[in-house]
């Protein structure tokens, strides 16, 4: 293994944020997910422009799109989730030792 995948998801302030983490960590692959609460949200919905707050979570995997896809749909509050890869370069060796350790 070479690199640890990384992926971008936002989620409403009103989830039980500790359930929705658990349940990721438990899916085979995914080793650590970073939040980051009370982000603010605008977007378009037809012609309206709607505020909200958000828990922004950034899931380390070793998963590929797919599969993490996959999960996050099955667990994922939204109807139409957000789901982006970040393409990174290399992970530092002893932090795959670290994800090697803990799958």
Request: charge should be neutral; aromatic fraction near 10%.
């Given at each position: ?12 302030n009103?989830?039980?944020l ?86």
């Amino acid at each position: 293994m070479e690199k640890v995948n990384i992926f971008y998801t936002t989620a409403s302030n009103d989830i039980d944020l500790e359930s929705f983490v658990k349940n990721l960590l438990n899916k085979k692959g995914v080793v650590c997910v970073n939040t980051i609460k009370n982000v603010a949200s605008f977007y378009k919905e037809g012609d309206r422009i709607i505020e909200s707050v958000e828990c922004i979570f950034l899931i380390k995997t070793i998963l590929n799109k797919n599969e993490l896809e996959k999960i996050l749909i099955e667990i994922h509050p939204y109807e139409i989730p957000f789901i982006k890869e970040i393409i990174t370069g290399k992970t530092n060796e002893d932090y795959l030792k670290w994800v090697m350790k803990n799958l």
